[in-house]
T-cell receptor, first 117, second 118 residues
């Protein structure tokens, strides 16, 4: 079974509008972390936001917020006020186990976001 | 979905020794493989891109003599950290893609290798 599922291979959004990128995960480990990365055409992986499994509140970082629904095992990324520079590939990832252990890093297949002017 | 494995998952070595990390695509042929290094604050830095049968393309600031990358077959790429030092301690992740076309092919990531240099 897939550990990380991103059901949207491609998404389009109008500039200045908000967009939600879906991510669902599967783990039996009570301690895990969820990440979102942005990958522009250059290939680098830019860290956007992190949510720990024990965090009580949804993570926010500027225009990025993570809609963490633990019971549903979903960790959707919300980008508010989309900009043309947001056009990129977005990967959802999960680290199973405590942070200092660092193993079992799993990535989803990614969602390609295109922001339209 | 496609599977990419890395070996070893964790390695501890003494300063000055060399360490080899393997990245394998288990059920597809990977024309292109990427190596990343995870830094504090969770960012992943692209170290190099390798295409099967040709020399790796290193990102600016990455020492190619320090981080030797070999992509000898369509299912295996290796990263060798030569004369490792404590500052090389990090989490290294590889990924693989079936083609060189970044717009049409999914990139699959390995589980990562944690390197600790004493």
């Amino acid at each position: 079974a897939q550990k990380i599922t991103q059901t949207q291979p491609g998404m389009f959004v109008q500039e200045k509008e908000a967009v939600t990128l879906d991510c669902t995960y599967d783990t039996s480990d009570p301690s895990y972390g969820l990440f979102w990365y942005k990958q522009p055409s250059s290939g680098e992986m830019i860290f956007l936001i992190y949510q720990g499994s024990y965090d009580q509140q949804n993570a926010t970082e500027g225009r990025y917020s993570l809609n963490f629904q633990k019971a549903r095992k979903s960790a959707n990324l919300v980008i508010s006020a989309s900009q043309l520079g947001d056009s990129a590939m977005y990967f959802c990832a999960m680290r199973e186990g405590p942070d200092n252990y660092g193993q079992n890093f799993v990535f989803g297949p990614g969602t390609r976001l295109s922001v339209l002017p | 979905g496609a599977v990419v494995s890395q070996h070893p998952s964790r390695v501890i070595c003494k300063s000055g020794t060399s360490v080899k990390i393997e990245c394998r695509s288990l059920d597809f042929q990977a024309t292109t493989m990427f190596w990343y290094r995870q830094f504090p604050k969770k960012s992943l830095m692209l170290m190099a891109t390798s295409n099967e049968g040709s020399k790796a393309t290193y990102e600016q600031g990455v020492e190619k003599d320090k981080f030797l990358i070999n992509h000898a077959s369509l299912t295996l790429s290796t990263l060798t950290v030569t004369s490792a030092h404590p500052e090389d301690s990090s989490f290294y992740i590889c990924s693989a893609r079936a083609t060189s076309d970044s717009f049409s092919e999914t990139q699959y990531f390995g589980p990562g290798t944690r390197l600790l240099v004493l």
